[in-house]
C-alpha cells in the first residue's frame, strides 16, 4: 500500500499570518518544525495502519520547507517546484492507493486562515463546474481522475468543512479553529500530531483504488482583483474572457485542466506590480 502526502503549509499547526509561511522569515523558519511535526504524524499513522509506502510531495510555495531530517527514516520527500501536477505530483504513476490533503486551506474569496487558491492574493474566486473551488477540490478531482480516493484531510475547521464537499469519507483533523483570515486559535503541536496520527491509521482503512473518473468535461472560471490580470491570462490557449474581471477555460480532463490553471497563475503571478497589483 503507498499513500501519497501533499504537504501545504498555510493550514499547519501554528500557522496564521503571511510571515509564518514565507520562506525566508523568522517566523516561517518558526513554523517549519511545526509543518514537519504535523506531516510526520501523518506518515506515522499511515505506517501504523499497514501502508508500505509514504510518499510525501511537498506542495507549498518553493516546495522547500519541510526538514527532511525531521521525518521519519521510512518516507521519501519529493520537493522542488516545477512538477507537471504541482500539488498532487506522484499521483499519475498508477501505484499510489490514497492521497492525504495536509496542512491544506479553505478556497479564494471565502473565509478561512490564509484562505487564497494557489496566488496568495490577485484570485478572488475559483469556480469548477460552476461550484467554487478550493485547491482541495481541485486536486481531489485530478486524483479521481486516476481513480485515487483522498483518505485525510487537515487544516482549520473550515478547511474541514470544505472537504466534506470533495472527499466526504476522509478524515479531518482540524488543528486550529478560525477566527479572522489572519488570526486563529490553536492546539499545540503535541496535541495535533497526536491527533493526525490517529487519523491517519484509521484513514488507512479507506485506501482502495476506484475506478477513474474519466466522464464529462471540465470548466474552470477565475475571477481576479484587477481587470489587466484577466487580460494577462486570455495569453494561455483556450483561456478567454467570462466576465468583468474574470475568465474561463474547458478541459477533457483534470490532468489538462489542473495544468491549464498552473500556466494561468504563473502568467498572472508575471503580471502584478508590487505597488498596485
Same mark, same amino acid.
Given at each position: 500500500?503507498?499513500?501519497?502526502?501533499?504537504?501545504?503549509?498555510?493550514?499547519?499547526?501554528?500557522?496564521?499570518?503571511?510571515?509564518?509561511?514565507?520562506?525566508?522569515?523568522?517566523?516561517?523558519?518558526?513554523?517549519?518544525?511545526?509543518?514537519?511535526?504535523?506531516?510526520?504524524?501523518?506518515?506515522?499513522?499511515?505506517?501504523?495502519?499497514?501502508?508500505?509506502?509514504?510518499?510525501?510531495?511537498?506542495?507549498?510555495?518553493?516546495?522547500?520547507?519541510?526538514?527532511?531530517?525531521?521525518?521519519?527514516?521510512?518516507?521519501?520527500?519529493?520537493?522542488?517546484?516545477?512538477?507537471?501536477?504541482?500539488?498532487?505530483?506522484?499521483?499519475?504513476?498508477?501505484?499510489?492507493?490514497?492521497?492525504?490533503?495536509?496542512?491544506?486551506?479553505?478556497?479564494?474569496?471565502?473565509?478561512?486562515?490564509?484562505?487564497?487558491?494557489?496566488?496568495?492574493?490577485?484570485?478572488?474566486?475559483?469556480?469548477?463546474?460552476?461550484?467554487?473551488?478550493? /485547491?482541495?477540490?481541485?486536486?481531489?478531482?485530478? #486524483? %479521481?481522475?486516476?481513480? $485515487? &480516493?483522498? !483518505?485525510?484531510?487537515? +487544516?482549520?475547521?473550515?478547511?474541514?468543512?470544505?472537504?466534506?464537499?470533495?472527499?466526504?469519507?476522509?478524515?479531518?483533523?482540524?488543528?486550529?479553529?478560525?477566527?479572522?483570515?489572519?488570526?486563529?486559535?490553536?492546539?499545540?503541536?503535541?496535541?495535533?500530531?497526536?491527533?493526525?496520527?490517529?487519523?491517519?491509521?484509521?484513514?488507512?482503512?479507506?485506501?482502495?483504488?476506484?475506478?477513474?473518473?474519466?466522464?464529462?468535461?471540465?470548466?474552470?472560471?477565475? /475571477?481576479?482583483?484587477?481587470?489587466?490580470?484577466? #487580460? %494577462?491570462?486570455?495569453? $494561455? &490557449?483556450? !483561456?478567454?474572457?467570462? +466576465?468583468?474581471?474574470?475568465?474561463?477555460?474547458?478541459?477533457?480532463?483534470?490532468?489538462?485542466?489542473?495544468?491549464?490553471?498552473?500556466?494561468?497563475?504563473?502568467?498572472?503571478?508575471?503580471?502584478?506590480?508590487?505597488?498596485?497589483?
Amino acid at each position: 500500500m503507498k499513500i501519497l502526502i501533499s504537504a501545504d503549509m498555510e493550514g499547519a499547526t501554528g500557522v496564521t499570518w503571511p510571515a509564518d509561511v514565507l520562506p525566508g522569515t523568522p517566523q516561517w523558519e518558526r513554523c517549519r518544525p511545526m509543518f514537519t511535526s504535523d506531516v510526520n504524524a501523518a506518515a506515522l499513522g499511515f505506517y501504523d495502519g499497514g501502508a508500505d509506502e509514504v510518499l510525501i510531495n511537498e506542495a507549498h510555495w518553493s516546495m522547500r520547507n519541510l526538514l527532511l531530517e525531521q521525518l521519519d527514516d521510512r518516507v521519501q520527500m519529493l520537493t522542488g517546484r516545477h512538477k507537471s501536477l504541482s500539488m498532487v505530483e506522484g499521483i499519475q504513476h498508477g501505484d499510489v492507493d490514497a492521497v492525504a490533503f495536509v496542512g491544506y486551506h479553505t478556497g479564494a474569496g471565502t473565509e478561512g486562515v490564509l484562505a487564497h487558491t494557489y496566488l496568495a492574493n490577485s484570485i478572488t474566486g475559483v469556480w469548477l463546474n460552476g461550484a467554487r473551488a478550493s /485547491e482541495g477540490l481541485l486536486n481531489a478531482q485530478v #486524483a %479521481a481522475e486516476y481513480g $485515487v &480516493p483522498v !483518505v485525510l484531510v487537515t +487544516g482549520d475547521d473550515l478547511t474541514c468543512v470544505d472537504a466534506e464537499g470533495y472527499a466526504p469519507e476522509a478524515r479531518k483533523v482540524a488543528v486550529k479553529d478560525y477566527v479572522s483570515r489572519y488570526a486563529a486559535v490553536c492546539r499545540t503541536p503535541a496535541r495535533t500530531a497526536a491527533d493526525i496520527r490517529t487519523a491517519a491509521r484509521e484513514a488507512t482503512g479507506l485506501a482502495v483504488r476506484q475506478a477513474p473518473v474519466t466522464d464529462g468535461t471540465y470548466t474552470v472560471e477565475l /475571477e481576479f482583483d484587477a481587470e489587466h490580470l484577466a #487580460a %494577462a491570462a486570455t495569453v $494561455v &490557449p483556450g !483561456v478567454a474572457p467570462s +466576465g468583468e474581471r474574470r475568465v474561463a477555460y474547458t478541459s477533457a480532463t483534470m490532468y489538462e485542466g489542473i495544468r491549464t490553471f498552473k500556466a494561468v497563475t504563473t502568467i498572472v503571478s508575471s503580471a502584478v506590480e508590487e505597488q498596485y497589483g
